[in-house]
């Protein structure tokens, strides 16, 4: 492959005499600090030098990352270069103000070394360096890794007052904000009626969580490393009367969501839908398949007698539904899953999807549909880099068939998605194949589906299993099997994220009430079970602001709509101990 460079020139031999190495333990000879590393270890063989270099192995979703911050001057130019070994790995420098670059070798089998450069924007005083391999190309490393240029110097004061504030877009729930740069500035701090609600190192943000009809005032404060300044003048807005958004579905305001295993039995055993406790509110059939990957038509199978020995009738299935419905549970189909690939790559697809779809809901008497599409369902084309105007065809056909169903069935149709993190938030720092290419063309690919389609949505529930570690919004990443992961992945959802860090190309919250979150009901289910304590940290937190951890939230969203499990099925054969952790957290 051929790669172009940005920003390739060299120092001059006159800034070099001035510079100094801003990053620390380049060559690991003291551990990993102040290295963050997804899987990373120090090994004493091979090094390029010294007595120690790093080895990272990338796993499954993880492409075993290692960053460092640094601190840096602004308007100015920077090497960075480093030794590595190995296929596919990466050297790279984020948050630079200007363009972010990185350069990368696909064959390495001695030491290779790398080298890019770059200019700080008008306003950067921190630069995030780092290195990564690719997804299954088994282990690399690096060693001597530096980045010269002129030192970041000590700050003594805060910075000045920001000015130029204003709100943007104001919907139901959100209110958006930006303000005028302040040089010398790291950071800024939103307040929203006097208490402080959101951090962020850009100059605009988006204010999630707020109540219909309200009036509120904010105010925006620059921060660095020698402190705070003075708050700036205020700005006020007031949120509009909320529409239906999402439909009028008369979902619960605490909801809990389940699949149930129809076309399937698994080591779980089938689960007849007369026989799904009460307690479950929205019950989603798993799952509808394609009959060809690009087909577009989608075919529901019932789980056949010799799997599933104590499978009902068509006729009792119908009626359990309809029972379940008279309760006032919603109940789809789920179409995708691990195994049942969609992409709808042309209209011809796209319009076989539609019609085959609805002929399973009227089929059967269902109240919506699920998405899970997972795998290589959804992946970007190079170039396509915005996700609120996509380009793709498998993207840009499945919006219009979920919009087409919408509109076919009203606003009482019930529409969620369950995609991956990979798909959602690990947007955060990577968005398709990337503005230099060589990233994976499925990162962050189901954000301009949920953002075209955030007024039509009910529920988002993101898996939060099977899941490579993922960087939050603190800058740090966050793994599996904890409160702290769950907490970091919904706070993302609910506050809003730039899009492959790019202050400019926000990701907007979602509504509290559209997002639920989606946890394996057993360790039998999937990689990533928590315990039932860990579950109501993760509920205190979000919703209460307590039991928090170490994660810093940015706001308190009592009106979370509830949890997702996969499934019904493992739930049952667990004891019920999700079902019950529910009902005994909201009553």
């Excluded at 290195?131 to 490393?141: E, F, I, K, P, V």
Aim: include cysteine.
């Amino acid at each position: 492959m051929a790669l172009a460079v940005p920003g390739s020139a060299a120092l001059s031999s006159a800034a070099r005499a001035a510079d100094a190495d801003a990053a620390v333990n380049g060559g690991f000879e003291s551990g990993l600090s102040p290295w963050t590393c997804t899987a990373g270890t120090t090994v004493t063989s091979p090094v390029r030098s010294g007595s120690s270099a790093l080895q990272a192995t990338p796993q499954g979703s993880d492409n075993a990352q290692c960053a460092q911050t640094v601190t840096v001057r602004p308007n100015s130019q920077y090497m960075l270069a480093g030794w590595v070994r190995g296929s596919y790995v990466y050297l790279g420098a984020s948050g630079t103000g200007t363009t972010d670059v990185s350069t990368w070798t696909q064959s390495a089998p001695d030491w290779q070394k790398l080298s890019t450069t770059f200019t700080t924007g008008a306003n950067t005083t921190k630069v995030t360096i780092y290195t990564h391999g690719w997804y299954g190309t088994g282990a690399y490393y690096a060693d001597d890794v530096s980045l010269i240029g002129p030192g970041g110097g000590t700050t003594t004061q805060p910075p000045t007052v920001p000015t130029g504030l204003r709100t943007g877009t104001v919907t139901a729930t959100s209110v958006a904000l930006s303000w005028t740069p302040v040089t010398g500035a790291t950071g800024y701090a939103v307040y929203r009626d006097g208490a402080k609600v959101a951090s962020t190192s850009g100059t605009s943000t988006t204010i999630g969580g707020l109540n219909p009809s309200t009036a509120y005032a904010f105010q925006v404060t620059a921060t660095n490393d020698a402190g705070e300044s003075a708050r700036s003048a205020t700005v006020t807005a007031t949120t509009p009367a909320r529409s239906d958004g999402g439909g009028n579905t008369q979902l619960p305001a605490l909801a809990l969501v389940g699949y149930l295993h129809a076309s399937f039995a698994n080591g779980s055993g089938y689960t007849r839908v007369a026989d799904v406790p009460d307690s479950w509110d929205v019950i989603d059939l798993a799952f509808g398949e394609p009959t060809s990957v690009t087909s577009g038509d989608i075919r529901f199978n019932r789980c056949p007698v010799s799997e599933c020995p104590n499978v009902e009738s068509d006729a009792d299935f119908k009626a359990a539904i309809k029972a379940k419905q008279a309760a006032g549970k919603k109940v789809l189909i789920s179409i995708g899953g691990q195994n049942g690939q969609v992409q709808l790559t042309t209209t011809a697809a796209r319009d076989a999807f539609v019609s085959s779809v609805s002929k399973i809901i009227d089929q059967y008497g269902l109240d919506g549909l699920d998405i899970d599409f997972e795998g290589h369902s959804l992946s970007l084309n190079t170039g396509d880099t915005d996700f609120k105007n996509p380009t793709t065809p498998v993207i840009v056909n499945l919006i219009s068939a979920l919009k087409t169903l919408k509109a076919k069935y009203g606003t009482k149709f019930v529409l969620t998605m369950a995609p991956e993190t990979f798909f959602v938030q690990n947007g955060y720092q990577f968005y398709g194949s990337g503005k230099w290419g060589g990233q994976d063309p499925r990162c962050g690919a189901y954000l301009p589906v949920i953002h075209a389609l955030r007024d039509d949505l009910t529920l988002l529930h993101v898996q939060d299993y099977n899941s490579g570690p993922i960087m939050g919004l603190d800058n740090q990443y966050h793994s599996m099997g904890g409160a702290d992961f769950h907490i970091a992945m919904t706070d993302m959802l609910l506050t809003g994220f730039p899009v492959a860090g790019d202050a400019g190309n926000v990701f907007p919250p979602l509504r509290p009430d559209q997002v639920a979150i989606g946890m394996p009901a057993s360790v039998n289910a999937g990689n990533g079970y928590v315990a039932p304590a860990e579950v109501t940290k993760t509920l205190d937190c979000l919703t209460k602001k307590t039991n928090c951890g170490s994660y810093p939230t940015h706001g308190t969203w009592p009106a979370l709509r509830g949890l997702m499990t996969w499934s019904v099925n493992w739930d049952r054969f667990a004891g019920w101990e999700f079902q019950r952790t529910f009902d005994s957290y909201f009553g």
